[in-house]
């Protein structure tokens, strides 16, 4: 059987992204774009480019009910739903990969997502994304941050496929300034909404609001439903976030120690703790809990997971530490590691620094001497 697949998006001014976007999804069945409003000629090209479109303007806009219009577009004999921002692509060959793998029992698909990328071009925030979905099965909930929740009883079950790769570069310059008030109505409306109350906690943070913030992120971690301990210790660590602004690095210091009980098995607690004992010169607190952290192999795959925790950064500071502690060698040695990760030309510059240094044994690490 050949299943049919459908792309659906919501869009509104994104006429820079719409080229890049069609040619990526250009291999499903159909194509389907809901128009919120734009003026810059997004969903006149749309319609050039054959795509099924409307234009829909809201007087108060919100996220589901503006997807929940769009599915209304997918053509009735569509088998698989894929929900795509405009500012998203996938790496080709998508679609072959779904149809292949796809049975009549599957709800949802998760796939590789780059969320974001760093200043040299490198993947930052990856994690496993879920908006491929069976048709007429589901419905988007939620004013922002939506998820798709089932309309139905059906037993169906999760399909992953990690060589489905989706790429997310965004217009930064956009503003995202409803995700705030669109936060609040969505816990006025599920108060004991925990994913949210999270969501909420962390906006306003964003927004310098960080007396507001530790009341809603302390509130998030009573809730009864709050049980993912990955999203509890990053309440944790941004109540600390928040205690640094404010200038009280003993609440900062507690709740960091808070989150690394809470997740000892994520990189991130572990760094934010070691900088906050860099920046007080606790060098030996710093390094030990730097040490720490690297023993931790494994990087999991969602949207709270720090690609800094995995770059050169943790072992610049490693290096910094043991320099200031007069622990030479271990200063080099944590700057070899830091080289294989980054060509940072002042990294390069440290080690020859330090090689210099009288206790320094060379041979020791001789094959990064060759590559400076």
Not at 16 to 28: G, L, M, N, Q, T
Not at 50 to 63: A, C
Not at 83 to 110: A, H, T
Not at 273 to 287: M, P, S, V
């Amino acid at each position: 059987m050949e299943y049919k697949i459908c792309v659906y998006a919501i869009a509104k001014n994104e006429i820079k992204f719409v080229d890049r976007f069609f040619e990526s999804v250009k291999e499903a069945d159909y194509v389907c774009v809901l128009d919120t409003g734009s003026i810059d000629g997004t969903f006149e090209k749309f319609k050039q480019l054959g795509v099924i479109t409307q234009q829909k303007k809201y007087k108060n806009f919100r996220f589901d009910v503006a997807r929940n219009d769009s599915m209304k577009l997918i053509p009735s004999d569509t088998d698989i739903c894929v929900c795509v921002d405009i500012d998203e692509y996938f790496e080709k060959g998508w679609s072959d990969i779904l149809r292949q793998n796809w049975r009549d029992d599957v709800g949802r698909v998760r796939y590789r997502y780059t969320w974001n990328f760093n200043p040299d071009g490198s993947e930052g925030i990856v994690f496993m994304a879920d908006k491929i979905h069976k048709n007429g099965a589901y419905k988007w909930k939620y004013p922002v941050h939506e998820i798709l929740v089932p309309t139905n009883n059906l037993n169906l079950r999760y399909l992953d496929l990690e060589n489905i790769k989706l790429y997310h570069k965004a217009d930064d310059t956009k503003s995202r300034s409803n995700y705030l008030p669109l936060l609040k109505m969505s816990v006025k409306e599920n108060p004991f909404d925990d994913r949210n109350v999270h969501y909420l906690g962390r906006e306003l943070m964003f927004h310098g609001e960080y007396k507001q913030a530790i009341e809603m992120l302390k509130y998030h971690l009573t809730l009864p439903t709050a049980t993912w301990v990955d999203e509890r210790c990053a309440s944790m660590r941004y109540i600390a976030k928040c205690y640094e602004h404010l200038g009280d690095m003993q609440n900062e210091e507690y709740y960091l120690k808070l989150a690394i009980l809470e997740a000892p098995h994520t990189r991130e607690p572990y760094l934010e703790l070691a900088i906050l004992y860099y920046k007080q010169q606790k060098y030996l607190d710093c390094a030990l809990t730097l040490e720490n952290m690297f023993k931790i192999k494994e990087r999991y795959l969602n949207y709270i997971s720090s690609p800094e925790c995995w770059s050169a950064m943790p072992y610049d500071y490693l290096s910094m530490c043991y320099y200031y502690l007069g622990e030479y060698l271990k200063s080099a040695k944590a700057l070899t590691e830091a080289i294989t990760l980054s060509d940072e030309k002042r990294l390069k510059d440290n080690l020859k620094c330090i090689l210099n240094t009288q206790n320094v044994k060379k041979f020791e690490i001789a094959p990064i001497i060759n590559q400076l």
